[in-house]
């Protein structure tokens, strides 16, 4: 099975920068993602990692250690429209890769 | 496209009823899930599907069950609802790419009294 953790909630001034971090024990391993989901809708896709390091996109990036079972989600020039939960997931290997959600994390963007 | 629809998108239910939540998607997908979501607890798999006529049980299957006639329709049935199913309901569809995300419906919040 899959272990995720992720800090419960966390707060950033706009314009800043800021670090989600998700922590996973897993039996298997086919990748991370990172949902946003804003209250009362749906999550949705920010980015994919499989490979160990960076991945830029935009003001998101998203990093992976894979020996160190550590990702973490990084937010530049915070905007408030940023205020959501932030969802960890792991995807299991095999034919169905089924995939792990953490609870995720409430960041709260104040001006 | 449509993408992900679910109907309703709320329901309240008494104890020992059933009812069936809707889902249906129109990109294609091989891949659709149900999830719950309740506070603190994260998304949970219910059931899953990996084509038509093939469906599987996931994290917390017990009080639900599945179907999966089409490509584009997975509906969940409640056989019969209890107050532990209150939650909100996300359905979701992949393509088979180990590389796909999931793409979510925008829920159904279900209360049980």
């Known amino acids: 099975g899959q272990n995720i953790d992720q800090p419960t909630e966390m707060t950033a001034t706009e314009g800043a920068i800021v670090q989600i971090n998700c922590t996973y024990q897993t039996s298997g391993f086919n990748g991370l993602f990172w949902y946003q989901q804003h209250a009362g809708e749906a999550p949705t896709f920010l980015s994919y990692?499989?490979?160990?390091g960076l991945e830029e996109k935009g003001r998101f990036s998203s990093f992976l250690s894979r020996s160190k079972g550590y990702s973490y989600l990084l937010l530049k020039e915070l905007q408030m429209k940023d205020s959501a939960s932030y969802l960890c997931?792991?995807?299991?290997?095999?034919?169905?890769?089924?995939?792990?959600f953490g609870t995720g994390t409430k960041l709260q963007v104040i001006p | 496209n449509a993408g992900v629809t679910q109907t309703p998108k709320f329901q309240v239910l008494k104890t020992g009823q059933s009812m069936t939540l809707q889902c249906a998607q129109d990109?294609?997908?091989?891949?659709m899930s149900w999830y719950r979501q309740d506070p603190g607890m994260g998304l949970r798999l219910i059931h899953y599907?990996?084509?038509?006529?093939?469906?599987d049980q996931g994290e917390v299957p017990n009080g639900y069950n599945v179907s999966r006639s089409t490509t584009e329709d997975f509906p969940l049935r409640l056989l019969s609802a209890a107050p532990s199913q209150t939650s909100v309901y996300f359905c979701?569809?992949?393509?088979?790419?180990?590389?796909?995300?999931?793409?979510f419906g925008p829920g159904t919040r279900l209360t049980v009294l």
């Open positions: 990109m294609n997908h091989e891949y």
């Open positions: 990692n499989v490979l160990d």
């Open positions: 997931a792991v995807r299991d290997p095999g034919g169905y890769q089924k995939v792990t």
């Open positions: 599907s990996v084509g038509a006529g093939i469906t």
């Open positions: 979701a569809s992949s393509r088979s790419g180990s590389t796909d995300t999931q793409y």
